[in-house]
């Protein structure tokens, strides 16, 4: 299992940037992605979920109407738009899959248990 987190870099406050996360070795259609983050001395902390179809999704309070969430099942991709970026969203940002044998509805990092490596995100004041 892999997945390949990319995209991230240096921006100013209010700026974009779009996260990818390619996923190898796993039917994806059946796995939960997630976007977290952790910053120096801190806790890794969920920013946004999406169900194995795709058909829902989590945001995390401190991200919500900034960042969306996308994913296509065919080409094995998982993006993440953030907008309106702020120094507080700096951090290295990793995405994971999780399995969910019943209802989807968790972005803890503790329900996924396939990691990839991270991708750092700056953002300047």
């Known amino acids: 299992v892999q997945l390949q987190a990319s995209g991230g870099g240096l921006v100013q406050a209010g700026g974009s940037l779009r996260l990818s996360c390619v996923v190898s070795?796993?039917?994806?259609?059946?796995?939960?992605i997630g976007w977290f983050r952790q910053a120096p001395e801190k806790e890794r902390e969920g920013v946004s979920c999406i169900s194995s179809g795709g058909g829902r999704t989590i945001y995390e309070d401190h991200v919500t109407s900034r960042f969306t969430i996308s994913k296509d099942n065919v080409m094995n991709t998982v993006w993440l738009q953030m907008s309106s970026l702020k120094p507080d969203d700096t951090a290295v940002y990793h995405c994971?899959?999780?399995?969910?044998?019943?209802?989807?509805?968790?972005?803890?990092?503790?329900?996924?248990?396939?990691w990839g490596q991270g991708t750092q995100v700056t953002v300047s004041s």
């Open positions: 070795g796993l039917p994806l259609d059946q796995y939960a």
């Open positions: 994971a899959a999780g399995i969910f044998p019943h209802e989807f509805g968790s972005c803890s990092p503790k329900d996924f248990g396939s």
